[in-house]
């Protein structure tokens, strides 16, 4: 299975753009990359995916390089309840579309 | 929209014991998934159903664990007998056809002593 390699942890300041990095150097043509997040004592939930451009939606941005071996989730402006375990996670679609978790990137937010 | 249902919340039981979790996915939704969650790392993947067809569960320990989707609904996930190790929380997921969602439910905290 294609792997994934994030920060264990990263802090940033309230109200300031986040940009956590993911690198997957061995990447597949036909892997998407996928963001879930786990807030405290909760379920993780879906966050954005994207194929080969950069994507856009209410939540965040992925920002993916041109050789697809890394890519950066950005959180335009930060707050307190973005404070989560952040999970990049490679998925295959046309293969067993499975999901495989790693550790995450846990982002503290400092009021 | 009503989200993932599951329950209980939290359970203590102590080793040996037998415990069962219920998930209700989001209505409509045909993939259900139950993960392990333990402390400190990432949601596992235990089983996958399809309607109430199993398609992976080649990361559920068969010895102890069973799990049942009945009608394509619901689902129960059973540990008999339950270990110190089991000691995790269950999610469960369920996903429409066609997109790459999942959405989770809170989980079980099993408390295994």
């Known amino acids: 299975d294609a792997k994934t390699t994030q920060p264990n942890s990263m802090e940033s300041n309230e109200e300031e753009p986040v940009h956590l990095p993911c690198n997957h150097s061995?990447?597949?043509?036909?892997?998407?990359i996928h963001w879930y997040r786990q807030l405290p004592s909760q379920g993780p939930e879906y966050v954005i995916h994207?194929?080969?451009s950069n994507v856009n939606n209410r939540m965040a941005s992925l920002a993916i390089a041109e050789d697809r071996k890394s890519s950066t989730l950005i959180l335009h402006r930060a707050t307190l309840r973005d404070a989560a375990v952040y999970y990049c996670?490679?998925?295959?679609?046309?293969?067993?579309?499975?999901?495989?978790f790693g550790k995450g990137t846990r982002l503290h937010i400092l009021p | 929209e009503a989200g993932v249902a599951q329950s209980p919340r939290y359970k203590i039981i102590e080793k040996r014991q037998s415990v069962a979790f219920w998930c209700n996915p989001i209505s409509g939704h045909a993939t259900l998934y139950w993960y392990q969650q333990i402390l400190g790392q990432g949601p596992k993947l235990l089983i996958q159903f399809q309607n109430n067809g199993v398609v992976d569960d080649s990361q559920l320990p068969k010895d102890r664990f069973s799990a049942e989707r009945l009608k394509g609904v619901d689902s129960t996930l059973k540990i008999q007998p339950a270990k110190l190790e089991d000691s995790a929380v269950y999610l469960c997921a369920s996903s429409p056809t066609g997109t790459s969602e999942q959405y989770f439910g809170p989980g079980t905290r099993l408390t295994v002593t």
């Open positions: 061995t990447i597949s043509g036909t892997d998407y």
């Open positions: 996670i490679l998925r295959d679609r046309g293969r067993d579309d499975k999901i495989i």
């Open positions: 994207g194929l080969t």
